[in-house]
């Protein structure tokens, strides 16, 4: 399949990362984010800029911004992108949404002819940046195979789970296992450390025992030394959670392991870290049991 | 170092299989459990079976039973093995008991001149079988060097965290979180049913994505044929999980990812699950959500 005219709105750190991908690959990207030095530097990695959305749609547009809210100001807001969407159309909408919202968007997307990809991605920046991410994508199959060519572009696998909405309710529960896995990671370190015994010794045990994840594996380094640069923040899981709670109740289904993360992750942004990395979760144990894992 | 002369109290499931693999390695083991028939398997597979645990006490014993009150007895009932222990034996506990115990028991040990490594193990009966346990060890790294050459036919790592407590303690936190882990992952899979995805596609996605964790791995093909049958059982890890709140009440640290786990294996155990298999904590969210798994 050749290279092709893709629109890109949301161009922050992820989704930079994707529309350079995709640059990468020979697409010729239309992109447009609120923030005007953010398609400056799209810009100059050789994107043509666009002047608001609307200017930005092209026959697959890629939506990567931060909410539910923002998708709306994107496809319906002044200028919104969905005033230039030409029937046969489609949006990839990337963003972590609620599966509700997203079956939603798709019903209203459909009265105008635009068929919708209800696809967020897994990997992080790291993998937004070396093109591993993984799609967890719902919506129709012929749908899904149109937008393959330019997914490809910044993911190593594209998984259909189900139609529009399964793709957010997947992406919700990866998230609440993640949140939650950072959670006990730091449950299981400030105790270590409040109990006298070298968490460096824990992170060595664990790490070969059953009581791994990828998350102990890669958030626990960064406890180790105090360090909580953002990588994700507390604030984008505090979001997440949110939704997944929401979906829960909508349920009437019990998750409280997704609960107490959620408690953990409010206490954190209540104390001041919400722009922190998610990491900062560990601060609300330290200061609980008044240790600090970096120096026990 | 040549092969020695072992006593081994404890022929369960794991102390079996642990045995097995002292005898594998030419150790002399004299073998002990209250229960005749597990000494008679014990014997059938080359041990020298003991009539009581004092009969079975060597300048080292290996304790594998399944809690502390049990260990009390091994050592201290009638015809307990201290009687018999000499002035300079070794004691490997390696049952998972409270830090806190651990810590009296050596005491108590060190007033008889016999000395303790607080060992137990991570790996469960697969690694057992297989001689790839991890023995987390507490104790004077001199006397762990005199047990080193026997754990060596069981254990693939020896890891020393500290004094003797801080096995326990690392242990008690590897439990956590693999508990933890298993009940997220029921969590995770029973949420899609109800949500009218497909778990089977849930497992895909997630296990080669950021919410991954090693119990996710092993445990969700169990839970999605539905085979509860134990590995460990649901008894075995509310046991651990009680002494893991205990630690933290005693500390007073916060455990609310903990909690949320112990109230989820407790309601499994009420439902009558506490000697099925650990994943049966399915069970709990497949029964409040009127939705099955396996047949979703």
Known sequence: MPPTDVGFVGLGTMGAAMAARLLAAGHTVHGFDVRAAAVTRFAERGGRPARDAAD???????????????????????????????????????????????????????????????????????????????????????????????????????????????????????????????????????????????????????????????????????MLAGDHTPTATVRTFLKDLGIAQDVAAELDFPMPLAAATNRVFTMAAEAGHADDGDTAVLRVYEDAAGVTVSAP
Chains 1, 2 share one sequence.
């Not at 998984?159 to 919700?172: D, E, F, I, Q």
């Not at 059953?210 to 594996?217: D, H, L, N, V």
């Open 56 to 222: 930005a749609a092209r026959d697959l547009l890629v939506i990567m911004v931060h909410d539910a809210e923002q998708v709306e100001n994107v496809l319906c807001g002044h200028a919104g992108a969905l005033e230039s969407l030409r029937p046969g159309a489609t949006v990839w909408l990337a963003s972590t949404v609620a599966p509700s919202y997203a079956r939603d968007l798709g019903t209203r997307l459909d009265e105008a002819g635009v068929t919708l990809v209800d696809g967020p991605v897994s990997g992080g920046l790291a993998g937004a940046t070396a093109g591993t991410l993984t799609v967890i994508a719902g919506g129709d199959p012929a749908v899904l195979d149109r937008a393959r060519p330019v997914m490809a572009a910044c993911a190593a696998r594209v998984c259909r789970v189900g139609g529009v909405g399964a793709g957010s309710t997947v992406k919700l529960i990866n998230q609440v296992l993640t949140a939650a896995h950072i959670a006990l990671t730091a449950e299981a370190l400030a105790l270590a450390a409040r109990a006298g015994v070298d968490p460096r010794l824990v992170v060595d045990v664990v790490s070969s025992s059953a009581g791994t994840s990828r998350q102990f594996e890669t958030r626990s380094p960064a």
